[in-house]
């Protein structure tokens, strides 16, 4: 009875909720709530944020069985693995910040994987590669996601994995019906279909599932009731281990049982800075969190707010702050197991004033040097329970479908992580063997005197650190609630050029074209926000989902 009450909530919820085409800025819609399409979700017992409505509601589920903070989230990871495969998968990494409020305690979880230990640049062009391969058996290193679920539980959770990964079994075994947004991104199926246990999986009838089709994925849900029953060592020991080394073997893989057994994922302190009396974290290299921070450092030197909120002149410091700081990551974002980033340095106020020498507020800098792309398929989600622990956590397969292989009969489709490797021998990224590649996922969360009042994300590869800039400035210098902060209209600089989304008018464009940026499109790659903010005054907790996701947040 339970269940059915929670599923009509959420078929009520995600009826009421505005979604946007994935082609068009929100400009392009009516503005209702003060140029909103959306209210924030206000509660006090609990709130779950996801790109997907099934995945809020499973959380929510958890949080209302008694569960807490973590083993709602990992119940809301494991749904997307199944709604959203194009994102999301056992198959991929995950990293998470988690507050535990009892201890009073902030720790960072790096639960992505190693490249084989055979692999090597020489290795890749004695097979014929002139280039990072972008997918494809070489580019999946060891899948981190399913013992970073094992690891949150262990540490911090209530619940066993047998019973949070129940409602994901359920929707693997029973199916479920797409969205519009997830059937459009559908489409890039299409491309593995020539991999038969791929096609068989994603493209049952020959073609790509569309809006309200009932998706099952019988194998998945097989896999997951193994992981349910038998703890994550099933996935780098036992059984599942077994068939993806079979498979990945077969492909030409360099992968072995000891790559997989030798897998753990490993709890960290998260870096974090400060930006105008809040402190800011993030989780440390291999992933891109350096990033936001270092923009956040060289912004705060300006009066941001008297320049007007996406004006020219604001958008240009954004921007060249960006090139800074991403030129820096594209030198110093490494395994830290190979290369000790100089973060001490990096993340001082002196170097970020450093920095903002070199801006010109009348002329835009020089692009940023290429380095390793983003993939773009990511999901990010977060919850805070009643006692207010907090967990920020981001999964992903990098690429649309990862590698567009799924291991044999296991439904599990593998991450094409590889491919954020360097062919440069003098990259600190370079590939070699047991090393976690650069990384584009960063979950945030940021204080108000010692106390947690924002967690949240921004999907989208290189989007998503200066995602994090723009969304925290929205709130912090310009006062935007949690809703309308995810909202507002956002920049995207490329190697390639300024792409801005369509609200953002003639004039602004214009003038920033005179200071010498190169403007472009990029329909659709503004990223996805979820966030969740805790009143510092009431305790509330306030949710906040993009409309550019057909996602939501949902309290009680």
């Known amino acids: 009875m339970f269940r059915n009450i929670v599923t009509i909530l959420a078929i009520i919820l995600f009826i009421s909720v505005t979604t946007v085409n994935s082609q068009k800025s929100i400009g392009d819609k009516p503005a209702k709530n003060g140029g909103r399409t959306r209210s924030a979700v206000r509660a006090m017992n609990g709130m779950v944020a996801t790109s997907q409505p099934l995945a809020s509601a499973a959380g929510l589920r958890i949080l209302q069985q008694g569960g807490n903070a973590v083993d709602a989230a990992v119940a809301a990871a494991a749904v997307l693995c199944v709604v959203e495969p194009m994102m999301v998968s056992p198959g991929g990494d995950l990293f998470a910040l988690v507050w535990d409020a009892k201890k009073k305690e902030l720790k960072a979880l790096n639960a992505s994987g190693r ?61 479920f019906p797409v969205t519009d947004v997830i059937a459009g991104d559908w489409d890039n199926a299409n491309q593995y279909k020539a991999n038969a246990d791929f096609a068989a999986t994603f493209l049952p009838n020959g073609k790509p599932l569309a809006p ?62 400060t930006y105008r009396g809040h402190t800011v974290y993030e989780l440390p290299p291999n992933n891109q969190g350096l990033a936001v921070l270092e923009m956040l450092n060289i912004l705060e030197g300006y009066d941001v707010r008297s320049l007007g909120h996406n004006s020219a002149e604001y958008l240009h410091l954004l921007v060249e702050a960006k090139k800074l700081a991403y030129a820096d990551r594209a030198w110093h974002i490494a395994d830290p197991a190979f290369y000790k980033a100089p973060l001490d340095k990096l993340l001082s106020k002196e170097y970020a004033a450093e920095l903002r020498k070199k801006i010109d507020a009348g002329k835009a800098g020089s692009d940023t040097p290429p380095s390793s792309r983003g993939g773009e398929d990511t999901v990010y989600l977060t919850v805070v329970d009643k006692d207010h622990n907090a967990v920020s956590f981001i999964q992903s397969i990098f690429s649309a479908f990862g590698s567009g292989l799924v291991a044999g009969d296991t439904g599990v489709v593998l991450h094409n992580r590889g491919a954020g490797f360097s062919f440069d021998p003098n990259n600190p990224n370079k590939l070699e063997g047991g090393k976690r590649p650069f990384h584009t996922l960063i979950p945030g969360m940021v204080f108000r005197e010692g106390k947690p009042w924002l967690s949240f994300g921004v999907m989208g590869g290189d989007m998503q650190a200066q995602g994090h800039a723009q969304v925290l400035m929205n709130m912090i210098d310009f006062g935007m609630d949690v809703q309308q902060a995810g909202e507002q209209a956002r920049f995207r600089h490329f190697e390639s050029g300024l792409a801005l989304e369509s609200v953002i008018g003639a004039d602004v464009r214009k003038a920033l074209e005179a200071k010498g940026h190169k403007l472009t499109i990029a329909p659709g790659m503004f990223g996805g926000y979820q966030a969740i903010m805790i009143d510092p005054k009431t305790g509330a907790l306030i949710g906040g989902s993009d409309p550019r996701k057909d996602g939501c947040a949902m309290g009680w």
């Open 212 to 273: 309200g089709e009932i998706f099952t994925n019988k194998n998945l849900a097989q896999s997951l009731k193994l992981i349910a029953a038998k703890g994550r060592d099933v996935f780098y020991k036992g059984e599942i281990a077994q068939k993806i080394l079979k498979f990945a073997q077969a492909q030409g893989g360099l992968h072995t049982a000891e790559d997989f057994t030798a897998h753990t994922s490993n709890w960290l302190d998260p870096i974090s800075t």
């Open 115 to 175: 490249s084989p230990k055979a692999a090597s640049i020489d290795e890749m062009k004695k097979r014929g590669f002139t280039k990072t391969p972008q997918d494809g058996i070489h580019t999946v290193t060891v899948p981190g996601a399913v013992d970073g679920w094992a690891k949150l539980l262990e540490r911090y959770g209530t619940m066993r994995l047998s019973q949070v990964l129940q409602p994901a079994i359920d929707y693997a075994e029973r199916g």
